[in-house]
């Protein structure tokens, strides 16, 4: 999934599930959906498209907003924008590595379940899930989607969305 994808579709869902959250307090922290695509630079693809390693860097800033600010509220935003990046990959059949440090072993799990319309019915071919699984390996990769039509979109809905939201506030 590509670069606006995965900072719009999650602060989306931030956003107007919690509609007190500054939205653009709330938009700087969505880069950090980012963040599992790191490993591409660093040479080992997948090490941060684990549940297991992104869970030890989440911990220890959960851990220091609790005992400094009460509370967890940033964290649980910021985790949720750095773990909806594996959902977001997943969904897109991308490579996650769960287990990883464990196991090397990743999954992909793919729709490809077909519908043909032909007259005067319709029919399904394909099985509607698969899950393939891969191992994990090393090496710098290139980064596939940047910037696609699917990204310019979740930018477009939650730009329009914040901006109905606001109008409709300031008109009541």
Same mark, same amino acid.
Request: proline residues 7%.
């Given at each position: $999934?590509?670069?606006?994808?995965? @900072?719009?579709?999650?602060? =989306? @869902?931030? %956003? ?7 939205? %653009? %307090? ?23 498209? &684990? ?24 964290? &649980?935003?910021?985790?949720?924008? @750095?773990? &909806?990046?594996?959902?977001?990959? /997943? /969904? ?10 464990? =196991?090397?072993?990743? /999954? ?23 899950? =393939? ?9 290139? %980064? ?9 979109? &979740? $930018?477009?809905?939650?730009?329009? /969305? ?11």
């Amino acid at each position: $999934m590509d670069i606006l994808a995965h @900072i719009f579709i999650p602060l =989306t @869902i931030a %956003y107007f599930l919690k509609k007190e959250l500054n939205p %653009y %307090y709330t938009f700087t922290l969505a880069f950090l959906g980012l963040l599992p695509d790191l490993d591409k630079v660093i040479g080992l693809p997948g090490i941060l498209h &684990s549940i297991i390693t992104l869970t030890i860097i989440i911990l220890p800033i959960l851990i220091i907003e609790k005992i400094t600010k009460r509370s967890w509220t940033y964290t &649980s935003i910021i985790a949720f924008f @750095i773990l &909806s990046h594996l959902l977001l990959d /997943l /969904l897109d059949a991308s490579p996650i590595f769960p287990l990883y440090p464990f =196991t090397n072993i990743g /999954l992909i799990i793919e729709f490809p379940l077909k519908i043909s319309f032909t007259n005067p019915s319709f029919s399904f071919t394909g099985p509607p899930i698969q899950v =393939t699984y891969t191992r994990l390996e090393t090496g710098f990769n290139t %980064y596939g989607g940047i910037i696609s039509g699917f990204g310019i979109t &979740s $930018m477009l809905l939650f730009i329009t /969305l914040l901006t109905t939201t606001k109008n409709r506030e300031n008109t009541q």
